[in-house]
């Protein structure tokens, strides 16, 4: 029944900041007990658990992406958001929210959205 979608711009220069936001529907963001994730999969690699933000409000992130890496959440709105600053080519990625009840990479089992392709590029 829930589901979430990706939104945000497709291309983003070096040294910038993206921003993406996630819309959630048919469930609020702040009903107990779910975790929003961002998770990001490179061309030809694994993905990536990159953070997340917490029913409750508190927000987690992956060790090595925590120095650039914010998540905040629009409760009125029922979104949450990303932000990735001092982006290099690197992070060109195809970029996904989702809903689970744990930390970390979310399963089949969970909901995610449908991800959106962002491209770090001059």
């Known amino acids: 029944q829930v589901q979430l979608q990706e939104s945000g711009p497709g291309l983003v220069k070096p040294s910038q900041t993206l921003s993406l936001t996630c819309t959630v529907s048919?469930?609020?963001?702040?009903?107990?007990?779910?975790?929003y994730s961002w998770i990001r999969q490179p061309p030809g690699k694994r993905l990536e658990w990159m953070g997340a933000?917490?029913?409750?409000?508190?927000?987690y992130y992956n060790p090595s992406l925590k120095s650039r890496t914010s998540i905040s959440r629009d409760t009125s709105k029922n979104q949450f958001s990303l932000q990735l600053s001092s982006v290099t080519p690197e992070d060109t990625a195809v970029y996904y929210c989702?809903?689970?009840?744990?930390?970390?990479?979310?399963?089949?089992?969970?909901?995610w959205g449908q991800g959106t392709q962002v491209t770090v590029s001059s």
């Open positions: 989702a809903r689970a009840r744990r930390l970390g990479i979310p399963t089949g089992d969970d909901a």
């Open positions: 933000i917490a029913y409750e409000g508190t927000d």
């Open positions: 048919g469930g609020s963001i702040t009903g107990a007990y779910y975790y």
